[in-house]
Nanobody, 116 residues
């Protein structure tokens, strides 16, 4: 059973940066995709960024140019580098591994708060 553990969240001022990590208990090289989502209080969960097995990346428009998703297969870890953070980026950030058809694994999430 694959497990995911997110880390790296915290409180940061507007304009600041954070790097989130999503550590997997299995080999992420075999995962079809790894995706970062976020959920703010009272809002629906939102897809943020995805990286494919081959390393292709895609982002929601609101984070393009500010966030970068990456992965290190040797460390079985995916990352989300977040720069130029805004208050509206405040949310719980979760990662999801898509292992195959009808096979998704979620982490527990890490809180990101952007506030002065």
């Amino acid at each position: 059973q694959v497990q995911l553990v997110e880390s790296g969240g915290g409180l940061v001022q507007p304009g600041g940066s954070l790097r989130l990590a999503c550590a997997a208990s299995g080999s992420i090289a075999s995962f079809n995709t790894m995706t970062w989502y976020r959920q703010a209080p009272g809002k629906q969960r939102e897809w943020v960024a995805v990286i494919t097995k081959g390393g292709n990346t895609h982002y929601v428009d609101s984070v393009k140019g500010r966030f970068t998703i990456s992965k290190n297969n040797a460390k079985n870890t995916a990352y989300l580098q977040m720069n130029s953070l805004k208050p509206e980026d405040t949310a719980v950030y979760l990662c999801k591994a898509h292992l195959g058809p009808f096979s998704d694994v979620w982490g527990q999430g890490t809180q990101v708060t952007v506030s002065s």
